[in-house]
């Protein structure tokens, strides 16, 4: 072919001519199919991208570089050992064309890794009555539920075998193809079912298969050479002025039957929203008024909540207000004070005129109590005025963000009581226990916690106390543990009412020690024996252990109720090391002033 002919007959000039034929000349069919490529991605991104973006940053270099296919990803779902067999035949085929490959069977795969997945090649087999095997039951419960991720950067195709004889012939396979289709991944080649004498078939999938990778690796790397990148900028920030509204993924009583208590673990979507988060932060959530209180105040003031009311947030109905942007409970000072100012309420001054009988007074009682024992005429705008503003309430996350990804995970204790003759709840608590279920969304902020943080260095042990909800940071701490590979001496101090009703996560610690994530757990349940006992027995039992951790540089961290544990698991600490230091009191209170000044000693409690 006469090159310079063709030229001459395009859009060039001579010089222009001269020059794209002398290079073109030197170019063998292969590089002149890859500028092909090249020219027609060039052509696609000038067409596509318009010259104005809004809330858009172009970045733009010209680099070429080597095509070479992407990583492909195999997961196989075995029930006799065929899928196995053929995904570790497909790995090699793969390898012999230099595509490097990352092999793993369903069950040991970890979903939060999809998100790194570019190829994804799936064998599976059907198992009984269109079951999927045993391997692969976890992964297809995830990709089936609400948690399951956009998979729109995947490529895929799907091998299922299967014996015809049944109804449900290869329906695993068939159920991964249309849930990755659904989840946004884009098929490479056709799903193939495969019966009894699968060999042929399944021969000719894989090349299909490795015919496409190949191909699709090619095109994209025309385009990526452009390096053309298109990054949208969202300028919105959430806090506690604008919360995000986190969608509930998952929502489950952590107390078996029985247990005198109620602990929720929830699971919050985080998808769009920018936020990040580390082991230690907390998560600041916004509850609501319960319909029944509302209503109860709404009879006691001789209101329908239909009157309209100035708020903090604007002009709404009564009924709006009462429920969403001020708190009905639990009374407070500011309140009290507040409303014995507007009623000129003689009885309520005289027990604000001193802090004693102030603390006795709102011990147990909300406003729907102030309004019953000293009633007066109010106004709709008065009675929202000596309202305390509807505050967040703060929960120690119990995830590290790198293995949950666009999730945050609480531990919440719900509060019910009974005083004053009817029963009463928390305010934020019985939100997300009573009037917020999975689906439904809640309002939420981030508030980071510099002072509750891992030890820089990864081989510096760490020393756990959290008893109740204070164990959410140390699952935390395990998981961002577990997800960068580092094993460091750990030792957790867990303690609850009940052993077999209120273990809160006891299967993951349980696993955490089997894998040696976790070095050491001592757990005490107070109500399990005649004697009451609690963590800082486990620790004083341990005392000489506990005081070689801490000579030895380790991190001491202690999460919970402020008012009674946080005190005697100091007193604890105070004890050891008097005994196993063999110094006064006064030492081992420098000894541990020492620690937090060096941020050795670490407290999140509330």
């Given amino acids: 072919m006469d090159l310079k002919k063709g030229l001459e007959r395009g859009p060039f000039n001579d010089r222009q001519t001269e020059k794209l034929s002398n290079a073109l000349s030197e170019l063998d069919s292969g590089q002149l199919y890859w500028l092909s490529g090249y020219f027609s991605g060039l052509n696609y991104v ?20 080597e095509v070479k296919p992407e990583k492909i990803n195999i997961l196989f779902g075995s029930h006799t050992g065929n899928s ?8 090699a085929q793969a390898k012999e064309r230099g595509v490097e490959v990352d092999i793993s069977d369903m069950a040991s795969f970890k979903t939060r890794e999809l998100k790194n997945i570019k190829n994804l090649a799936v064998v599976v087999s059907t198992h009984g009555l269109g079951e999927p095997p045993v391997q692969a039951e976890d992964l297809h419960k995830y990709l089936h539920g609400k948690k399951a991720p956009n998979l729109s950067h995947v490529n895929f195709s799907v091998l299922g075998l299967g014996d015809s004889s049944y109804v449900d012939f290869c329906q695993t396979g068939k159920d991964f193809d249309t849930i990755l289709e659904k989840l946004g991944a884009k098929r490479l080649a056709p799903r193939q079912d495969c019966d009894v004498d699968y060999e042929e078939e399944a021969e000719a999938w894989q090349k299909i298969f490795l015919d496409s990778i190949v191909r699709t690796s090619e095109e994209v790397s025309n385009l990526e050479n452009l390096n053309d990148v298109i990054a949208p900028v969202n300028g919105i920030k959430y806090d506690k002025k604008k919360p995000f509204e986190a969608t509930i993924l998952e929502k489950i009583n952590l107390n078996a039957t029985g247990s005198s208590k109620e602990t929720i673990h929830l699971e919050l979507d985080l998808a769009g929203s920018g936020i990040t988060y580390e082991p230690g932060d907390a998560l600041g959530v916004y509850g609501s008024n319960s319909p029944k209180l509302v209503q109860a105040v709404l009879e006691a003031t001789n209101f329908d909540g239909k009157e309209n009311v100035i708020t903090h947030k604007g002009e709404k109905k009564l009924l709006e207000a009462l429920t969403y942007d001020y708190e009905l409970t639990p009374l407070s000072k500011t309140t009290l004070s507040k409303y014995a100012e507007l009623t000129d309420n003689l009885r309520l001054n005289k027990i604000l005129s001193n802090s004693a009988p102030v603390l006795e007074y709102l011990k147990g009682r909300d406003i729907l109590d102030l309004l019953k024992e000293e009633p007066h005429k109010l106004s709709p705008n008065e009675l929202i005025s000596v309202l305390r503003k509807n505050t967040p309430r703060m929960y120690s996350i119990a995830s590290s963000q790198k293995a949950v990804e666009d999730e945050v995970h609480l531990l919440v204790s719900v509060v019910r009581y009974n005083a004053f003759g009817r029963n009463k709840e928390g305010h934020c608590s019985s939100t997300l226990a009573d009037r917020l279920e999975v689906d439904d969304k809640v309002k939420i902020f981030l508030d980071k916690n510099s002072r509750f943080k891992l030890p820089k260095k990864p ?5 756990m106390v959290g008893p109740g909800t204070g164990i959410a940071p140390f699952r935390a701490f395990m998981q961002q543990l577990e997800v960068s590979e ?6 957790l101090f867990f303690g609850d009412r009940n052993f077999t009703t209120d273990f809160l996560y006891q299967t993951e610690w349980q696993q955490y020690l089997k894998e040696g994530i976790l070095t050491k757990a001592d757990v005490a349940f107070s109500r399990d024996q005649t004697h009451k006992q609690y963590v800082q027995h486990r620790m004083l039992e341990n ?7 801490l000579e030895s540089g380790a991190h001491f961290y202690v999460c919970g109720d402020a008012k009674n544990m946080a005190k005697d698991v100091d007193l604890a600490l105070k004890q050891i090391i008097q005994q196993q230091g063999g110094v006064t009191l006064e030492k081992a209170e420098e000894y541990i002033k020492n620690l937090q000044l060096s941020n050795r000693y670490q407290a999140d409690i509330y």
């Fill in 543 to 549: 005392g000489k252990e506990l005081y070689n951790w």
């Fill in 459 to 463: 081989d510096i042990p760490i020393i």
């Fill in 46 to 65: 000038a067409s596509t991208v318009s010259p104005e973006l809004d809330n858009q940053t172009i970045v733009s270099t010209t680099t070429v570089t």
């Fill in 486 to 491: 580092k094993r460091t001496p750990s030792w």
């Fill in 84 to 91: 196995e067999a053929l995904a570790k035949n497909l790995a």
